[in-house]
């Protein structure tokens, strides 16, 4: 073997050309340049000055945004940057959020303020195209001043564009859509169509601002009062309200963490340390403390309570939580599972179902249909609420609308009658007969054609010689207190001989109308126990068969 030597020394010095042809620039060079600067400029947006003006506005960038949603390093798709700043005041692209591929849009602001032109708007709609095609969830940035003029019909275009993508995923994928700063026009249009949305305080969207309310009109509003989260969390244009956009960042985590990826498989679910055979001495204590009150049967509560004692560790996530309080809607977990709950709150207008409960459940279950969510029914209702209003309004059409979306409900699902099932609301409130796949009732429970009122048919002979009595009580001289305390006391006892032998569930459980009474305690072990098994025998998949002609 030969002797080998080593050197320090650059073997390149003795050779200049060797020098030059590594140190010299030259096409290369410049492209490199030209590349890190295209790469680079994304995420340097508008400036430092431009930067700091968002800050001052208590607003963070889209950059920052992104930074809250996820810890690693997003994937930026379609890095547009013409000579007009084309497509660069949106960012697209992909992010992983606790394992999950997510399809993220955010608007720039310190960008042209985040406004659309048909560049951005196409680069937007064939991004949420991919969104729908790869099966995965869309969350959605928006802080946009809208179509930017200058662009003239280009940004109008670039609205219809993204306007028709994100209608045709909707229900492949679950998308979730954030407000923040002022948007207007198309800026609040888009968003809507999305699945979820969230808004945190000061900020604005609407079909209009303030100044053209005011040319127009002539009223002077503020743009809190026009379309801040006040008026929009009530009339349930949002589904949720939050302080600011740390919070409504994190909400939107946590939402996620609800939904399927797409409207193909189930959604997300996680063991649960909370056992599911407990008995949960809290619920027995809540429902011996309302109905052993004063005002006995007749005692309001809020069913949040409830939904504590049955989902995991007490965790529940309400949506609409502003709008139609009668009416709770929410996701929980039961043993693991994602369960959608629908729940009359007799805290509340004594949970009747009125034009907006209506309205609010009626998307939710259309939601949870889409996305193979099972649902539990939580009864405890006398009935669509009666009156001129409602009726003017259109409480038929709106209860169709819920009675139909219950209906149409593939998805294992539940129903638990707490006390009240009175009428059309117990008929269509997801009974056996409406698809229901098992239906429990509380031995508190009073399932009825009527409430109290139904004894004037039930006991009508009865009634007549009550009131029969009464007239002979008071010719034969008998004084009115008297006579009016004896009719009372008669009364009273067909009331109460009613409530007893009809306000019950015994009735529906002879005839199968209830599988089984729940002995409170005992719902988050019988519940669970069913969910477990129902999910076992289901497969989700996308919907399929007849369209239905109305929504």
């Not at 959605?140 to 995923?169: E, Q």
Request: with cysteine; hydrophobic share 35%; proline share 5%.
């Amino acid at each position: 073997m030969e002797n080998q030597t080593y050197s320090i020394e650059n073997p390149f010095n003795g050779d200049s050309e060797k020098v030059d042809s590594v140190s010299k620039r030259g096409i290369y060079e410049d492209a490199l340049d030209m590349g890190n600067d295209l790469v680079s400029k994304p995420f340097v947006g508008g400036g430092e000055d431009r930067i700091r003006v968002q800050h001052s506005k208590h607003r963070m960038t889209v950059w920052e945004r992104i930074k809250v949603l996820t810890n690693e390093e997003p994937n930026i798709l379609y890095q547009n940057w013409g000579p007009n700043l084309d497509g660069a005041s949106i960012i697209t692209g992909i992010i992983r959020v606790n394992g999950r591929d997510v399809a993220i849009y955010g608007h720039d602001f310190t960008l042209r303020a985040g406004s659309m032109d048909a560049t951005n708007g196409n680069k937007l709609a064939r991004h949420i195209l991919m969104a729908g095609e790869h099966g995965i969830p869309l969350i959605g940035m928006n802080d946009s001043a809208g179509a930017y003029v200058p662009a003239g019909v280009g940004g109008l275009d670039g609205y219809s564009d993204a306007f028709t993508a994100l209608r045709k995923i909707s229900g492949r994928v679950p998308s979730i859509m954030l407000m923040f700063g002022f948007n207007a026009g198309g800026g609040a249009y888009l968003p809507r169509q999305g699945s979820f949305m969230i808004q945190c305080e000061n900020t604005f969207f609407g079909l209009t601002g303030p100044g053209v309310v005011k040319s127009v009109l002539g009223e002077d509003i503020s743009a809190d009062d026009l379309g801040g989260p006040k008026v929009h969390g009530q009339s349930g244009v949002v589904d949720l309200v939050t302080n600011d956009e740390l919070g409504s960042l994190r909400t939107a985590i946590r939402l996620l963490s609800y939904l399927p990826d797409n409207n193909e498989t189930n959604a997300p679910f996680y063991p649960t340390s909370d056992p599911v055979d407990r008995f949960t001495f809290e619920e027995d204590i809540l429902f011996r403390k309302t109905f052993n009150s004063p005002t006995g049967m007749n005692t309001p509560f809020d069913i949040t309570l409830y939904l504590q004692q049955i989902c995991d560790h007490g965790e529940y996530f309400e949506l609409q939580p502003q709008r139609a309080r009668n009416m709770i809607t929410a996701f929980g977990r039961v043993g693991g599972h994602v369960v959608g709950f629908l729940a009359n709150n007799s805290a509340v207008s004594s949970g009747q179902i009125d034009i907006g409960a209506a309205r609010k459940g009626t998307r939710f279950v259309r939601f949870c249909n889409l996305y193979n969510i099972p649902m539990i029914f939580l009864e405890d209702t006398t009935g669509f609420l009666p009156g001129k209003d409602q009726e003017h309004n259109g409480i038929v059409l709106e209860g169709r609308k819920l009675l139909d979306s219950i209906i149409d409900l593939r998805t294992p699902r539940m129903t638990l009658i707490i006390r009240n099932a009175f009428g059309g609301a117990y008929a269509s409130f997801n009974s056996y007969f409406t698809g229901a796949n098992l239906v429990f009732a509380l031995p508190t429970a009073r399932i009825a054609v009527m409430g109290p009122a139904g004894k004037e048919y039930v006991y009508k002979d009865e009634n007549g010689a009550i009131l029969k009595e009464y007239k002979a009580n008071l010719s034969k001289g008998m004084s009115v207190d008297e006579a009016n305390k004896i009719r009372d006391e008669k009364f009273l006892a067909l009331s109460q001989k009613y409530e007893k032998e009809l306000m019950n569930p015994k009735e529906a459980l002879s005839l199968g109308s209830v599988s089984s009474i729940i002995i409170p305690g005992n719902t988050r072990k019988t519940l669970s126990k069913n969910l477990n098994y129902l999910m076992n025998h289901y497969k989700p998949s996308a919907m399929g068969g007849i369209q239905r002609e109305f929504e």
